[in-house]
């Protein structure tokens, strides 16, 4: 069956911009996740959804990052004034039930790149 | 916070060549799990593995969850291995989270 999609795969944006990551998790997963990803580290956790409940959002660096997920599937990661520190690649994740020591399975990412 | 801390950070060895990767963390965890992060970006999970060990062909994992050490062997090494390794782990009451190491990043030459 289909994986975790992310759309775009990337996106350059100029400093000051506002931009909008989507992630479609498999069918049916109850959680979903975001990631952020510097350049040579690993991920980083930035907020968690159960259905559409954002049960954690600790791992947001600041209040121009905002994550929605409506209607318990589509979730979007929105950026404002984007910044150059902002640039790194932005992984979704999601699991079938409701808790993350499940499985959790990864999309391919969006590449972020602020100039 | 927690620390995971992974070595080698980077490791190159020939074709066929056999390898260790260590993950240590320090405090208790509720579970962790081994990740290949391909050199496109994509993450796979490889193991799921609070404790014990598990084995899925080439590749087999332990965890001394007591120790609070985790090792990733790779046998007869193949070009498709390289990339990079991650080790991450769930705090004990709060598994909404998985927190990574940095990463061993591997590279595997014909």
């Known amino acids: 069956g289909a994986g975790v999609s992310q759309s775009p795969r990337y996106k350059v944006a100029k400093r000051g911009q506002d931009v909008a990551l989507r992630c479609d998790p498999i069918s049916g997963h109850v959680s979903l996740f975001w990631y952020q990803q510097a350049l040579g580290q690993g991920p980083e956790f930035l907020t968690y959804?159960?259905?559409?409940?954002?049960?954690?959002k600790s791992g947001l660096p600041s209040d121009r990052f905002f994550a929605e997920r409506p209607e318990g599937s589509v979730s979007t990661l929105k950026i404002q004034r984007t910044q150059q520190e902002d640039s790194a690649v932005y992984l979704c994740a999601s699991s079938p039930n409701g808790q993350g020591a499940d499985t959790q399975y990864f999309g391919p990412g969006t590449r972020l790149t602020v100039l | 916070g927690i620390q995971v801390e992974q070595s080698p950070p980077d490791l190159i060895l020939q074709e066929g060549a056999n390898s260790t990767l260590r993950c240590n963390f320090s405090?208790?965890?509720?579970?962790l799990q081994w990740f290949h992060q391909n050199p496109w970006g994509q993450l796979i999970n490889l193991f799921y593995i609070p404790s014990g060990t598990k084995q899925n062909g080439r590749l087999s994992a332990t965890t001394v969850a007591t120790e609070r050490y985790s090792l990733l062997y790779i046998s007869s090494s193949q070009t498709t291995d390289s990339g990079v390794y991650f080790c991450a782990v769930t705090l004990m009451n709060r598994d909404d989270k998985i927190i990574f190491g940095k990463g061993t990043r591997l590279h595997i030459l014909p």
């Open positions: 959804f159960q259905n559409e409940a954002q049960l954690d």
């Open positions: 405090d208790s965890v509720n579970n």
